[in-house]
């Protein structure tokens, strides 16, 4: 009995060892980690600092700056979060250590985005970092080699939409809805050479409604992802938010079938061809080890046509608003255009240089609307450092753009929308200012059709100004706080258009 006795005495004090040497190598471990960690502010048990980021999180954020630094951390829900302000931070995380930070979070909704398969909402990997490649390579080959007919496809859409501000024969509109049936056409074409889909046609206009209604509801059930145990009490949002991607994806899997049946080697179409002909060429040892398939690739263009037709579309309606609050900006901008190109002929690429102003009213348009301003999440792929914090792997990082575009240390009255900031005395863009702020983010995450939106803007802005004049509707208040969304988009407004 006293051996029973002494054993069990001794695996109880075993036990209690072990546990004891557990706890305290765990607590060890998260004081460790925690003591590491960036400064910043604490939040509530259970939903953090979620309370105060309900709207405008942006300026939220770029406030917190203030009192912790260019990096901070705080808990967003359960979920700890690592914000990223000022230019070089954000450089120096998305770029320099740009594997360690091209992680996307684990959300819950991103399983409905392309069924998952979407590569601007899907974590990094060896597929991902194949399908960037092509991506990459594709995209850039495409407009290369496509240079002047995707300049005159974007030059008649913008024709085609002055003609419609045009149509309303001096009467107010709001023109953010033409905006967007012009600017997902010129995409969905230059995606998948489709012109078969008419604006007035209801496939085309479910296909718009489909992706402007996805920003919207990805706002709406960030929630979900954030508190996931949501996701049971908001069954309708999510239902709503799966039936949006649902539409978009059965319009785009018929371009997929349509495309892959009737591809020509030497015969490219559109970009989703150019995709499909840079996957084709290469090794397929590779494709074979990352388990690449045709889905993988035309997904990439799906994902040029949302945020391609979105954000250039709200850049546009924004600087349509910039240019009716001051006319002496809308009478530069105008005079620039009438001297150099005239009314005779279209805009060009060629004339970009060539046109100062025009491209600082772009540039200033980019920063001070700052449509994205915390970027799409990113995620730590492994435990890293950054300028001696420790930043566990998995953690959520927020780059704040917002902090750079509008940072009072670098930019003078950065709440004022003026255009000549981007101009040197000689009266050139100045360079080095246009690429102190990152409208199209950094690093590995970056922005896969920039190149097409510029050109985009320019042509569109360039030709609404050659032909088009605007103004304020009388007695109508206007107001250039935006609503927050996924992107910062104008409240609505109404403006007159008038013949030049």
Same mark, same amino acid.
């Given at each position: 009995?006293?051996?029973?006795?002494?054993?069990?005495?001794?695996?109880?004090t075993?036990?209690?060892?072990?546990?004891?040497?557990?706890?305290?190598?765990?607590?060890?471990?998260?004081?460790?980690?925690?003591?590491?960690?960036?400064?910043?502010?604490?939040?509530?048990?259970?939903?953090?600092?979620?309370?105060?980021?309900?709207?405008?999180?942006?300026?939220?954020?770029?406030?917190?700056?203030?009192?912790?630094?260019?990096?901070?951390?705080?808990?967003?829900?359960?979920?700890?979060?690592v914000?990223?302000?000022?230019?070089?931070?954000?450089?120096?995380?998305?770029?320099?250590?740009?594997?360690?930070?091209?992680?996307?979070?684990?959300?819950h909704?991103?399983?409905?985005?392309? +069924?998952?398969?979407?590569?601007?909402?899907?974590?990094?990997?060896?597929?991902?970092?194949?399908?960037?490649?092509?991506?990459? +390579?594709?995209?850039?080959?495409?407009?290369?080699?496509?240079?002047?007919?995707?300049?005159?496809?974007?030059?008649?859409?913008?024709?085609?939409?002055?003609?419609?501000?045009?149509?309303? #024969?001096?009467?107010?509109?709001?023109?953010?809805?033409?905006?967007?049936?012009?600017?997902?056409?010129?995409?969905?074409?230059?995606?998948?050479?489709d012109?078969?889909?008419?604006?007035s046609?209801?496939?085309?206009?479910?296909?718009?409604?489909?992706?402007?209604?996805?920003?919207?509801?990805?706002?709406?059930?960030?929630?979900?992802?954030?508190?996931?145990?949501?996701?049971?009490?908001?069954?309708?949002?999510l239902?709503?938010?799966?039936?949006?991607?649902?539409?978009?994806?059965?319009?785009?899997?018929?371009?997929?079938?349509?495309?892959?049946?009737t591809?020509?080697?030497?015969?490219?179409?559109?970009?989703?061809?150019?995709?499909?002909?840079?996957?084709?060429?290469?090794?397929?040892?590779?494709?074979?080890?990352?388990q690449?398939?045709?889905?993988?690739?035309?997904?990439?263009?799906?994902?040029?046509?949302?945020?391609?037709?979105?954000?250039?579309?709200?850049?546009?309606?924004?600087?349509?608003?910039?240019?009716?609050?001051?006319?002496?900006?809308?009478?530069?901008?105008?005079n620039?255009?009438?001297?150099?190109?005239?009314?005779?002929? +279209?805009?060009r690429?060629?004339?970009?240089? #060539?046109?100062?102003?025009?491209?600082?009213?772009?540039?200033?348009?980019?920063?001070?609307?700052?449509?994205?301003?915390?970027?799409?999440?990113?995620?730590?792929?492994?435990?890293?450092?950054?300028?001696?914090? %420790?930043?566990?792997?998995?953690?959520?990082?927020?780059?704040?753009?917002? #902090?750079?575009?509008?940072?009072?240390?670098?930019?003078?009255?950065?709440?004022?929308?003026?255009?000549?900031?981007?101009?040197?005395?000689? +009266?050139?863009?100045d360079?080095?200012?246009a690429?102190?702020f990152?409208?199209?983010?950094?690093?590995?995450?970056?922005?896969?059709?920039?190149?097409q939106?510029?050109?985009?803007?320019?042509?569109?802005v360039?030709?609404?100004?050659?032909?088009?004049?605007?103004?304020?509707?009388?007695?109508?208040?206007?107001?250039?706080?935006?609503?927050?969304?996924?992107?910062?988009h104008?409240? %609505?407004?109404?403006?007159?258009?008038?013949?030049?």
């Amino acid at each position: 009995m006293a051996d029973h006795e002494v054993l069990y005495q001794a695996i109880v004090t075993a036990l209690i060892v072990g546990l004891s040497s557990s706890i305290i190598f765990r607590l060890w471990k998260w004081y460790r980690i925690f003591r590491l960690l960036p400064p910043g502010p604490w939040g509530w048990p259970f939903i953090g600092y979620l309370p105060k980021l309900k709207t405008n999180r942006h300026l939220v954020l770029t406030e917190l700056r203030k009192t912790y630094g260019d990096v901070y951390c705080l808990k967003i829900g359960v979920h700890r979060a690592v914000v990223l302000n000022g230019l070089e931070t954000v450089r120096h995380a998305l770029v320099q250590l740009g594997e360690n930070f091209a992680g996307r979070p684990s959300f819950h909704t991103f399983q409905f985005i392309e +069924n998952g398969k979407s590569m601007a909402f899907c974590d990094v990997g060896p597929r991902w970092k194949v399908r960037r490649t092509i991506a990459l +390579n594709g995209l850039h080959a495409f407009l290369k080699d496509k240079v002047h007919p995707v300049e005159i496809a974007m030059t008649e859409e913008a024709i085609y939409l002055v003609e419609t501000f045009l149509g309303n #024969s001096g009467k107010p509109f709001n023109p953010e809805n033409s905006v967007y049936l012009s600017l997902g056409s010129i995409t969905f074409g230059l995606c998948f050479s489709d012109h078969t889909l008419g604006r007035s046609d209801a496939e085309y206009l479910k296909l718009i409604k489909s992706v402007r209604d996805f920003t919207q509801n990805v706002a709406a059930c960030n929630l979900v992802d954030i508190l996931p145990w949501l996701r049971y009490l908001w069954k309708d949002k999510l239902k709503s938010f799966i039936e949006v991607n649902n539409t978009l994806q059965s319009i785009l899997s018929r371009q997929e079938r349509e495309h892959l049946a009737t591809f020509e080697e030497g015969h490219v179409r559109d970009i989703l061809d150019s995709f499909i002909k840079t996957c084709r060429e290469m090794n397929e040892e590779i494709k074979q080890e990352v388990q690449l398939k045709d889905e993988h690739i035309t997904n990439i263009a799906a994902d040029l046509l949302r945020a391609g037709t979105v954000t250039v579309s709200v850049t546009l309606t924004w600087a349509l608003l910039y240019m009716i609050m001051d006319p002496k900006i809308q009478e530069r901008l105008q005079n620039e255009v009438d001297d150099v190109i005239g009314p005779a002929r +279209n805009p060009r690429l060629d004339d970009m240089g #060539s046109l100062p102003y025009t491209e600082a009213f772009i540039l200033e348009t980019l920063r001070k609307s700052s449509i994205a301003p915390l970027s799409l999440p990113h995620a730590t792929t492994k435990d890293t450092t950054l300028y001696g914090y %420790h930043i566990p792997r998995g953690t959520w990082v927020i780059p704040n753009l917002f #902090s750079i575009s509008h940072d009072e240390k670098f930019w003078t009255d950065p709440h004022v929308f003026r255009p000549e900031r981007f101009l040197t005395p000689e +009266n050139t863009v100045d360079e080095t200012l246009a690429k102190s702020f990152l409208p199209f983010s950094a690093g590995k995450r970056r922005c896969l059709g920039e190149l097409q939106a510029r050109w985009e803007l320019f042509l569109f802005v360039a030709t609404v100004v050659q032909r088009c004049h605007f103004e304020k509707v009388p007695g109508e208040k206007y107001d250039l706080a935006p609503e927050f969304g996924l992107v910062l988009h104008p409240k %609505h407004f109404n403006i007159i258009a008038k013949s030049r």
